[in-house]
């Protein structure tokens, strides 16, 4: 991760991996086949515990406005945290092939279709005035995962401010 994240897929080779880790390169190969599918299972893992920790987060029996709450809280503390791993799988997918980028992609659609169901859920009952849930979908997961280009936690602004001002706007 932290090699891809600062070299880039394309610049990273596995002789810098090996290098990083203190084997030699051709002892890679007893744990992974490729770049690629060390990329992939990177970005396979990342998806899949964003999916596990929002299921252990999100809880659907509350209201939408809480659940939202606590997806907005839960959602920019991991990709803070997991600044790195969140920064690989946003920049490099696109250097998956077009296999895993499919199964990446899939699981990334049941992430997203989990933010949907509570502005969905929100919209229903009336607590959330949104014309098309779908791209209030998308406008909030992207104003949340952006934290991580810009947010520092040594910066102005503490994790529970940062909560509360992108609760604020995702509510609004």
């Given at each position: 991760?932290?090699?891809l ?17 203190g ?19 990177l970005c ?6 964003l ?11 509350d209201p ?10 839960f959602?920019?503390?991991y ?34 279709d ?41 910066g ?17």
């Amino acid at each position: 991760i932290q090699l891809l994240s600062e070299h880039g897929y394309g610049a990273m080779n596995l002789r810098m991996l090996a290098k990083k880790v203190g084997i030699q390169a051709s002892s890679l190969y007893n744990y992974i086949d490729s770049k690629q599918q060390l990329l992939f299972l990177l970005c396979e893992e990342t998806t899949e515990n964003l999916l596990v920790e929002f299921d252990r987060t999100v809880n659907a029996a509350d209201p939408p406005a809480d659940r939202l709450r606590k997806f907005v809280a839960f959602h920019l503390g991991y990709h803070i945290v997991n600044r790195k791993q969140a920064s690989v799988l946003q920049m490099e997918i696109r250097s998956l092939t077009a296999k895993n980028y499919q199964a990446v992609s899939k699981l990334q659609r049941l992430y997203t279709d989990k933010v949907r169901g509570i502005v969905d859920s929100g919209v229903e009952i009336g607590a959330f005035q949104v014309r098309d849930s779908e791209i209030a979908t998308f406008a909030l997961l992207q104003m949340l995962t952006a934290v991580t280009r810009w947010y520092r936690p040594q910066g102005r602004l503490s994790l529970e401010q940062l909560v509360e001002i992108y609760t604020d706007l995702s509510l609004g």
